[in-house]
């Protein structure tokens, strides 16, 4: 079945620094992708809708200066934080629809962000 | 704004017993509601899609409802067995040009043996 690859699936850093993540849709193309962001005992809050060769669309509250999406190919998008703070430590997924609006949406596995 | 709302936040059971979770949504006007299964520390994994139109769909032990017009799901689980631990959410799709998925909080299942 369609599977949705995220890497790195942990990572820590230092207060002030930048961190990319990657999704990859691995067998199916993604025109869309979106990336959610859960904390602890919370809902998974959608943070952005990224399009493949357009901007990203980022809901209320989140920060797009902050939050950099980009959406290069069918098979990529990354969500880079910036100058990141123990704030933004959180579990950040990302997901893709396997085929059109009504399909059911696929998961990665997630990237555990920790920033000291 | 739609709000999910799920119920119980946890539940803990013998095995073998046979459980319904509860979802409900304050807007009706959605395109499909979908049920993920998450393990402590990991990604999500779809278990069941109920489009709009639909009633209900199976898989195995897991039968998920939908009642669109009063904006409520269930997923019944039957037998249950402590590999079926894990936190349950409820998605729905509410968005005609895109396709985000709003979610509930989730319920926590246990499951002992």
């Known amino acids: 079945g369609a599977v949705v690859s995220q890497h790195p699936s942990r990572v820590i850093c230092k207060s002030g620094t930048s961190v990319k993540i990657e999704c990859r849709s691995l067998?199916?193309?993604?025109?869309?992708m979106f990336w959610y962001r859960q904390f602890p005992k919370q809902s998974l809050m959608l943070m952005a809708t990224?399009?493949?060769?357009?901007?990203?669309?980022?809901e209320q509250g989140v920060e797009k200066d902050k939050f950099l999406i980009n959406h290069a190919s069918l098979t990529l998008s990354t969500l880079t934080v910036t100058s990141a703070h123990p704030e933004d430590s959180s579990f950040y997924i990302c997901?893709?629809?396997?085929?059109?609006?009504?399909?059911?949406?696929?998961f990665g596995n997630g990237t555990r962000l920790t920033v000291t | 704004k739609q709000e999910v709302t799920q119920i119980p936040a946890a539940l803990s059971v013998p095995e073998g017993e046979n459980l319904v979770l509860n979802c409900s949504f304050t807007?009706?006007?959605?395109?499909?509601l979908q049920w993920f299964r998450q393990d402590p520390g990991k990604g999500l994994t779809s278990l069941l899609l109920?489009?709009?139109?639909?009633r209900e769909q199976t898989s195995g032990r897991l039968n998920a409802s939908l009642d669109k017009s009063s904006g409520r799901s269930t997923l019944y689980i039957a037998a249950s067995q402590p590999g079926d631990s894990a936190t349950y959410l409820c998605?729905?799709?509410?968005?005609?040009?895109?396709?985000?998925?709003?979610f509930g909080k989730g319920t926590t299942l246990s499951v002992s043996s």
């Open positions: 997901s893709a629809p396997e085929w059109g609006y009504n399909s059911p949406l696929h």
């Open positions: 067998d199916f193309q993604a025109t869309t």
């Open positions: 990224s399009n493949e060769g357009s901007k990203a669309t980022y």
């Open positions: 807007d009706s006007a959605i395109y499909n």
């Open positions: 109920i489009q709009s139109s639909q």
């Open positions: 998605a729905v799709r509410v968005n005609q040009a895109g396709t985000a998925l709003i």
